[in-house]
């Protein structure tokens, strides 16, 4: 019912920059929240940042003034402007997003992921 597709990965080497998009459709009544996570090889997915509708913003500490997080809630996007790009940030990136339905399951809640894609920093 409801659909995200997540763009804007690839490899990038150290210091460099990459910006990913993640665009949700379909029966959306009302988006709460969205945000990234990210995977790296035989790890937790753990999260990256999260931003709410009226703007609230989190981050992990481990990308708290590289990354920002920005939303356009008229397109229902979200993105993630990643700087100073290290190694360490290697991972598959999935974005979420969190809210109500709209159409025959109106005010039910959803929370779904899209499919993720690859952010690889190496020189």
């Known amino acids: 019912q409801v659909q995200l597709v997540e763009s804007g990965g690839g490899l990038v080497q150290p210091g460099g920059s990459l910006r990913l998009s993640c665009a949700a459709s379909?029966?959306?009544?009302?988006?709460?929240?969205m945000g990234w996570y990210r995977q790296a090889p035989g790890k937790e997915r753990d999260l990256v940042a999260t931003?709410?509708?009226?703007?609230?913003?989190t981050y992990a500490d481990s990308v708290k003034g590289r990354f920002t997080i920005s939303r356009d809630n008229a397109k229902n996007t979200v993105y993630l402007q990643m700087n100073s790009l290290k190694p360490e940030d290697t991972a598959v990136y999935y974005c979420?997003?969190?809210?109500?339905?709209?159409?025959?399951?109106?005010?039910?809640?959803?929370?779904?992921w899209g499919q993720g894609t690859q952010v690889t920093v190496s020189s």
């Open positions: 931003i709410r509708s009226g703007g609230t913003t």
């Open positions: 379909g029966s959306i009544f009302s988006i709460n929240a």
């Open positions: 979420n997003a969190a809210g109500t339905l709209s159409g025959i399951a109106i005010g039910e809640a959803f929370n779904y």
